[in-house]
């Protein structure tokens, strides 16, 4: 690659451990700073920073190769992500800011789960804790597998190599700046992303004459939108519409809810982070869709679909343009690689070893295990991505059901039923859990291939542990009374502060 491009990618990991150093000098002299940044960010940078953690490097890999290889089947996973992101904003975003705040001011998704039902070391609290560790270790893989796929495609730098380096700049700022220099970064990140998913469909576009010889070319190999319609199966739409049932339990977004400065802030954070997404994932399919036309029409091979986006920045920019292109894909790993460090980090610090020890651990001392923490996953994830036949669309979607299936419907139920009890929301987190699990590894069809090869595997799982959840509260036994003030307390709480 020209040394331009080294000269953008440089400027940027130079920019990226700026931040962290910043952060590192602003909010991580205790844990609730470390992990919520104070609970006092911006509604700009959370809704920047939770799109950014969320579409990860499979916005501007996974998405654009699906749709490079299955046409406008893909457009039905886009569809379900933009109304599942919405939902999110509505449903879960100022209910959670306030009931976590209230629940004694948890900082961990697995903290609110226990301080809940008011049993703050209970088991509710490390099992929920595990899944996030075990869940976020293989989501943090996928990340680490885009890297080492953009250094080998991009830089001719060998897989491994690339995955270290992805790994090692992430690593930096996420242990010096903790949940500020994640957010801060993810901004900046989602900025980048941003700018960089409208240039290059648009640029890539104006190679073409026209628009109708950039689609004829293209359904020379992708059905029409219409004739995907006629081949399109009731079980196919739910497996695609239902990616959007994942958000409600995913971590590392909700955790951005927990962390924003009001309730008030949260409808700013809504509409800046809705247009992001919609402009961004527009693009993302734009990319896929246009880079079917274009291999077709200019006999370009492409050899692996998920670098459609890395090969159109490195034919038709400027080197110095393609160096930022570059960046901006590694923008999209590191985002969501950070804060899902982050997250996994403060699980175990917070929801597995206070509660199992009997130390008295000062705040510092959190910080510094918080920080181990985070190098601990960075390692068993980094084992995970060597191999480098895996895909990075596959990973996250295992990962992705996992959360919203185990997650998802215990977020709602527990914001919105004050009947629910510890018992009832184990069994449905541990049973959302071990229906995504069973749906992916047991060989159960006839030609021994799992059941998630018919549909996707957060459907079931949601089906579950939404049933379950539902079923023991209605027909088991009651919470505590004081389970029911603090819910009530939240409920006031959250009405004064929307007045």
Known sequence: MPLESYISLSLYFIAMLGIGLFAYRQSTSDISGYI???RKVSPQVTALSAGASDMSGWMLMGLPGAMFLTGFDALYIAIGLVAGALANYLLVAPKLRVYTEVA????????????????PNSSIRIVSAAIVVMFFTLYTSAGLVAGGKLFESAFNVDYQLGLFITLGVVVSYTLLGGFLAVSLTDF????????????????????????????????????????????????????????????????????????????KAISTARNIGMSWMTVTIIGALATGFVGIAYANQFNLKVDDAETIFIIFSQLLFHPLISGFLMAAILAAIMSTISSQLLVSASSLTEDIYRVVTSKEVSEKQTVTIGRYGVAGVAIVALMLAMDASNTILSL?????????????????????????????????????????????YAPVLANGEA????????????????????????????????????FIQASEELANQQS
């Open 104 to 119: 004694d001011d948890s900082l961990t998704v697995p903290e609110f789960f226990a301080k809940r039902f008011n049993t």
């Open 396 to 440: 996250v979607s295992n990962a992705w059901a996992g959360f919203g299936a185990a997650f998802g419907p215990l977020v709602l139920f527990c914001l919105y039923r004050k009947d629910l009890t510890a018992k009832a929301a184990m069994a449905g987190m541990v049973s959302g859990a071990a229906t995504v699990l069973f749906w992916i």
């Open 36 to 38: 919520l940044g104070g």
């Open 188 to 263: 900046v990140q989602g900025c980048i992303m941003f700018v960089a998913l409208v240039l290059v469909p648009v640029v890539a576009f104006t190679e073409f004459d026209s628009v109708s010889q950039m689609t004829s070319a293209a359904y020379a190999s992708v059905p029409s939108f219409s004739e995907s319609l006629e081949t399109l199966t009731v079980v196919g739409l739910l497996s695609s519409l239902g990616w959007g049932l994942g958000y409600f339990g995913q971590p590392h977004i909700i955790v951005r809810f927990m962390a924003i400065r009001s309730v």
């Open 451 to 486: 059941l998630s090869s018919v549909m996707y595997e957060i459907i079931p799982g949601f089906a579950v542990s939404t049933l379950t959840l539902y079923v023991m509260s209605r027909f088991g036994e009651k919470p505590a009374d004081s389970v029911e003030k603090t």
